[in-house]
């Protein structure tokens, strides 16, 4: 079996359809570097199905498609076809040639085909396992694979041994079971998830169903009894009610007469009550005038007794200001004998204050002239001293300068040493990490493209998942709502059912016509049978028609006399006839009335026009009446509120069944449509339910999740790796930089360091001549400035005498101008005073004669006064004694009325009590009717048969109520559908309970499996590594001398035989023990090449492509390197890249790759026996 055939188009630097031919020898392809030879390698990759892009020296798989030149433009597709001569039937294929296609487009599309059937790509992989052929064996070998193959970084070694025994299939057989197995225990995790789950909800649904079972036992006795308690409270209170009527029309009759009496005595109390006010009219004039006169009494007096007080109270506020105005007499005479004092002792100081001053100024120019000439000799030998500080300072400095750069000197040569040190190791470890790099970034390549995969994939599965559970949660809830009307229709349907058949809503004459003789007359009807309109009109409809809905309509007037002859004959009472071909062909109808939204047969559509032409409908009883005014009309709101034509207002309660009556037999059979219909609906959703869940449940998010985790995980491994590699090559590089740039500024600061050096010395002996001139000058300065000091301190002195002095004279004379001041200021103060208490002497005198004359006046008013009293009392009392006698006359009036008004209020409190009894009667009458038509949609007279319990007392059937009703209360609200829900659970729960047992069997099987297929492909791998082991030390030994030693070995105390790596021993004779590592690249090619050929030995591939692989030999390794070749070439085809003209003479073909224009390859061919023989 060998390659026979290799079309490229479009395929890298192939731009044009080229073929290559091979036959099953040699074939060298020769060529410049640049030319393309390496991309017919690449195409042969591809082909085979290579998946890394880095591994065809590209950065993305697009990039293999020919991208134009400047003269060519690009393609839109790469195809390469691969042609096989499968004569040994090594391809597991009925065919003999076996072509292999695959094509790229720019899109992004691609195709695999084989002898042009469309196939994919694992169908390729799986022709090629195990062959020796695939992308990824032993049968394409680069130069840079020779140092992968020794270094094995990533175990491609052990993919060769692998691929020699056979067990690759093996191997992905193991991964294939390995994620079933997988796939198998997280299904029996989420089975088993799923379980608990399910058990839960059938636990639940087991107790709702008995809870279920149990409230609809509890509920059927409560209905039994409840009818038959209703019954007898309702039969009970009709028979109490008979004599309640004959006692209140007796208290009736009674408070009439009363209410007559009360009327008499009522207009006699009236009458004395008027009399009565005339009387209290005059009595309280006369209290009036008595009051006005007392108060005036007591004002006088109380004016009197005040104005004596004040009186009294001037004469001693002028006795007060009598002893005031002598005590200011006293004070004035001494503050003048003070003031006269002061100033002649003020005089007698203004010469000695004059003397004082002059003496005070003397001193004082003195001392200013000696500080001055002590402060200017004090800031020159300062100034003399900052100057010295500063050139002692300045001294200093240039010292410490000097000993910093001769140390820093010193140091410099040491820094540099140690730079160029530095730089040399960091430029070592930047290309080792360059060279790990770009191994890392190749793994990282494929990564980023399986995992971004994945999450397509994953992405894909969740949005069908979640979309799944949202479309099954809205069906469960459609049907959820579905079943619930279906079960409401079912009950509806019954009650209307039951009211249209038993006729218990009309009246007995009507019932018994409908019941008896409905099938005699040609078509007997009722209004309510008649007519039918929407659920907004109905409630309306109902209360305006009222007992018009009893009316029987019969076609003509001799049926409804015949009918009524029935009811005489049967004695059943009477019923109102409408006879059709009475009634007027047409009755007006008012616009918006009624009558536009009923519905009924065209025989009846007068009927329609005159009962409800009139009748207008509106939204409440306050719009009624507006809308009503001035028409004839009748109105009705929509919850039945009726307001007649004269007016009046019908209102009150309504039950839940109010309008059900009116197009009663249409409205069945709607909703037995409806009914019908809903079915359809439930089974159509149930059945779509079905396939929802089983698509959800087929999804297995969970393995997805997991692949693209570990996946994630893997790529951010390889991510960090590649991040840290990168930090490091940049710190380094930093580092490299910092260094060159601490590295020139050092020799530049050594020579700017050596110049300063060398500045300092004149200048400090400068400095120091200096210093010691400063210092003779400042001994001069501190003695002059001693003698001035002692000078100055006597100066002061005296100055600060004179100032005591001065000051204290100066003191005396302002204590004798305060006190000349103060004088003077008292003796206006107190002469002021006299004058104003003389003033206010004087006023007082006048007030007392004002008030003596005024009390003189008051006095005789009040005897005045108190002679009117006495005739006013005498009045007060006459008009009392009257007033008293006519409200004795009154008190008779009132006790009589008083007593007839209490015998009215008992009659008036005998009758409402007996009719609020009357009323609680009727109304427990209307709520056990009410009761039994809201609690079971029937009428009371349809439970008249209904009895109580013989063994039971209607006490003991109420408890046995009570305690139905609360243990339905302590039931709560049950699930009607709970039990046929639970049937449905438990059938799921016993599925995946089967289901889990079958995960358990299936685990135990991949098991068994795993373990047979690593037993199988242990054995197949250690035998065929002993046998390489074996070729490897003869192939050795032939490429290098037989007393070279080399060896295979196989990694020890892994936990996973199949992935234990493979260790390479050679060391050439007469060098020291070492790696593979040290071996020089000729050497390390030829072990490569020795390792490959002992696989060779044991499985031969058809086909063998070395590329360049022969570059690092010498011409000796060369010609033992081509006749190994030859050797092989018996049994494998070789394709060989190669720039060595002795290994090129060995090919029996040979194909020139050349680049006529630049980016464009074209190959030329040439058979080596034709030169022969041309030659």
């Given amino acids: 079996m060998y390659i026979s055939e290799l079309n490229l188009q479009g395929f890298k630097s192939f731009a044009h359809k080229t073929k290559v031919s091979f036959d099953s020898g040699i074939t060298s392809i020769v060529g410049p570097n640049g030319c393309g030879k390496s991309n017919i390698v690449d195409a042969l990759r591809w082909v085979l199905g290579e998946q890394r892009p880095s591994l065809l020296r590209s950065a993305a798989m697009s990039n293999v498609i020919f991208n134009g030149t400047a003269k060519k433009k690009a393609l839109g597709m790469a195809e390469v076809s691969l042609t096989f001569v499968n004569d040994k039937g090594i391809l597991p294929i009925e065919y003999s040639e076996v072509t292999i296609t695959r094509r790229l487009f720019r899109s992004g599309d691609s195709e695999y085909l084989i002898n042009g059937t469309s196939c994919r790509l694992k169908d390729i992989m799986e022709l090629f396992m195990d062959t020796g052929m695939g992308s990824d064996a032993y049968s394409v070998i680069e130069l840079k694979m020779v140092e992968e193959i020794l270094n094995d970084k990533n175990n491609d070694r052990r993919r060769l041994f692998e691929e020699a025994a056979g067990v690759t299939r093996y191997k992905d057989q193991r991964k294939k079971t390995l994620r079933k197995l997988d796939e198998t225990r997280k299904d029996l995790q989420r089975v088993d998830d799923l379980l608990i789950e399910l058990r839960k909800k059938a636990r639940s649904l087991e107790i709702q169903a008995e809870k279920a079972e149990k409230a609809k036992k509890y509920k059927d006795e409560l209905e039994v009894l409840d009818k038959a308690l209703t019954l007898y409270d309702f039969n009970k209170i009709q028979e109490e009610l008979v004599p309640l009527q004959e006692r209140i029309s007796n208290a009736e009759k009674e408070k009439k007469e009363i209410s007559r009496t009360a009327e008499e005595l009522e207009s006699s109390d009236e009458k004395a009550r008027s009399q009565l006010i005339d009387k209290e009219r005059q009595q309280a004039d006369a209290q009036r005038q008595v009051s006005q006169l007392y108060n005036a009494i007591r004002d006088a007096d109380t004016n009197i007794r005040i104005t004596r007080e004040k009186i009294e109270n001037e004469k001693k506020v002028i006795t007060e200001y009598g002893k005031d105005i002598e005590q200011g007499e006293v004070d004035l005479k001494e503050l003048m004998d003070l003031l006269a004092n002061s100033r002649t002792k003020l005089e007698s100081f203004d010469e000695d204050l004059d003397k004082s001053e002059r003496v005070l100024e003397d001193s004082k120019g003195q001392y200013s002239s000696i500080q001055q000439q002590y402060n200017r000799e004090r800031h020159e030998l300062y100034e003399l001293e900052v100057q010295l500080s500063a050139t002692n300072n300045e001294l200093n400095q240039l010292q410490t300068k000097q000993i910093k750069i001769e140390s820093r000197l010193e140091n410099t040569e040491g820094d540099l040493e140690r730079i160029n040190d530095e730089i040399v190791d960091l430029n070592d470890e930047i290309d080792n990490l360059n060279s790990e790099q770009s191994q890392i970034e190749s793994k990282l390549e494929k990564l980023v493209e399986d995992r971004d995969e994945m999450e397509k994939e994953l992405e894909t599965a969740r949005e069908k998942r979640e979309s799944f559970a949202t479309k099954q949660n809205e069906i469960k809830d459609e049907l959820r709502s579905l079943h619930s009307e279906h079960s409401s229709m079912l009950n509806e349907v019954r009650l209307l059912n039951d009211l249209a058949n038993s006729n218990?809503?009309?009246?007995?004459?009507?019932?018994?016509?409908?019941?008896?003789?409905?099938?005699?007359?040609?078509?007997?009807?009722?209004?309510?049978?008649?007519?039918?309109?929407?659920?907004?009109?109905?409630?309306?409809?109902?209360?305006?028609?009222?007992?018009?809905?009893?009316?029987?309509?019969?076609?003509?007037?001799?049926?409804?006399?015949?009918?009524?002859?029935?009811?005489?004959?049967?004695?059943?009472?009477?019923?109102?006839?409408?006879?059709?071909?009475?009634?007027?062909?047409?009755?007006?109808?008012?616009?918006?009335?009624?009558?536009?939204?009923?519905?009924?047969?065209?025989?009846?559509?007068?009927?329609?026009?005159?009962?409800?032409?009139?009748?207008?409908?509106?939204?409440?009883?306050?719009?009624?009446?507006?809308?009503?005014?001035?028409?004839?009309?009748?109105?009705?709101?929509?919850?039945?509120?009726?307001?007649?034509?004269t007016r009046f207002f019908k209102s009150g309660s309504k039950n839940k069944n109010t309008g059900v009556r009116v197009g009663l037999r249409d409205k069945i059979e709607r909703l037995e449509k409806e009914k019908a219909a809903s079915l359809k609906e439930i089974d159509k959703l149930s059945e779509y339910l079905e396939q929802i869940v089983e698509k959800y449940n087929k999804l297995d998010i969970g393995l997805l999740s997991a692949g693209l985790k570990e996946k994630e995980q893997e790529v951010r491994r390889i991510e960090q790796q590649q991040h840290s590699l990168s930090s490091k090559v940049q710190v380094y590089q930093k580092n490299i930089t910092e260094l060159v740039n601490r590295k020139d500024y050092l020799k530049s600061s050594e020579g700017t360091a050596q110049e300063e050096l060398d500045s300092i010395l004149p200048k400090q002996k400068e400095l120091q001549k200096k210093l010691e001139e400063l210092e003779g000058i400042q001994s001069e300065k501190k003695e002059l400035l001693s003698s001035l000091e002692e000078n100055r301190s006597i100066a002061q002195s005296r100055y600060n005498d004179a100032q005591l002095k001065h000051q204290d004279l100066k003191n005396k004379v302002d204590n004798h101008e305060r006190d000349v001041k103060r004088a003077e200021t008292g003796i206006q103060s107190v002469q002021s005073r006299i004058e104003n208490r003389t003033k206010l002497t004087e006023q007082s005198k006048k007030n007392i004669e004002e008030y003596s004359v005024y009390v003189s006046d008051l006095e005789k008013q009040l005897d005045s006064n108190k002679a009117l009293k006495v005739d006013a009392d005498e009045a007060l009392e006459k008009a009392e004694e009257s007033s008293a006698k006519q409200r004795g006359s009154i008190n008779e009036i009132e006790k009589n009325l008083k007593e007839v008004r209490r015998q009215k209020e008992v009659n008036m409190e005998l009758v409402h009590h007996l009719s609020m009894a009357k009323e609680k009667m009727e109304m427990q009458v209307q709520g056990l009717s009410d009761h039994i038509w809201e609690a079971y949609g029937i009428l009371m007279k349809q439970i008249e048969g209904a009895e109580m319990p013989e063994d039971k007392t209607p006490d003991e059937v109420k408890q046995r109520i009570g305690w139905l009703r609360q243990k339905l209360n302590s039931i709560g609200d049950v699930n009607p559908l709970a039990i046929e829900e639970y049937k449905e659970e438990k059938e799921r729960l016993d599925f995946y309970e089967e289901q889990i047992e079958d995960l358990d069997k299936a685990e135990k099987q991949l098991l068994e499996t795993i373990e047979e297929i690593n037993t199988t492909a242990t054995e197949r791998f250690n035998e065929t590594f002993e046998e390489i082991r074996t070729n490897f030390q003869k192939v050795f030994k032939t490429l290098f001398n037989k007393d070279d030693y080399c060896d295979l070995l196989i990694e020890e105390g892994v936990d996973d035989p199949l992935e234990a790596r493979i260790e390479i021993k050679a060391q050439p004779k007469g060098k020291r023990p070492s790696g593979i590592s040290q071996l020089s690249g000729g050497e390390k090619t030829l072990t490569a090449i020795a390792l490959l050929f002992a696989i060779y030995l044991v499985k031969p591939s058809p086909f063998c492509v070395l590329d360049e692989v022969d570059a690092p030999l010498d011409d000796a390794n060369i010609e033992r390197f081509a006749k190994m070749i030859k050797n092989f070439s018996q049994e494998t085809q070789f394709i060989i890249i190669t720039h060595n003209k002795k290994t090129m003479s060995k090919a029996e073909m040979m194909y020139g790759v050349t680049m006529p224009e630049t980016g464009v390859s074209r190959l030329v061919g040439v058979r080596m026996d034709d030169i022969g023989d041309a030659a």
């Fill in 504 to 645: 218990d809503a009309f009246p007995n004459s009507v019932r018994y016509l409908l019941d008896n003789h409905r099938f005699d007359f040609k078509d007997m009807q009722t209004v309510a049978d008649v007519f039918d309109t929407d659920e907004k009109h109905a409630v309306a409809l109902e209360s305006v028609l009222g007992g018009s809905l009893n009316f029987v309509i019969l076609p003509t007037l001799e049926e409804a006399k015949r009918a009524a002859n029935i009811l005489k004959e049967a004695k059943k009472g009477k019923a109102t006839f409408i006879p059709l071909d009475k009634l007027s062909a047409k009755y007006e109808v008012k616009d918006g009335s009624l009558f536009d939204y009923v519905k009924t047969k065209p025989q009846y559509s007068a009927l329609k026009q005159l009962l409800l032409g009139n009748v207008l409908v509106f939204d409440t009883v306050e719009d009624a009446y507006k809308g009503l005014k001035g028409s004839g009309a009748i109105g009705v709101t929509y919850d039945g509120e009726v307001i007649t034509k």
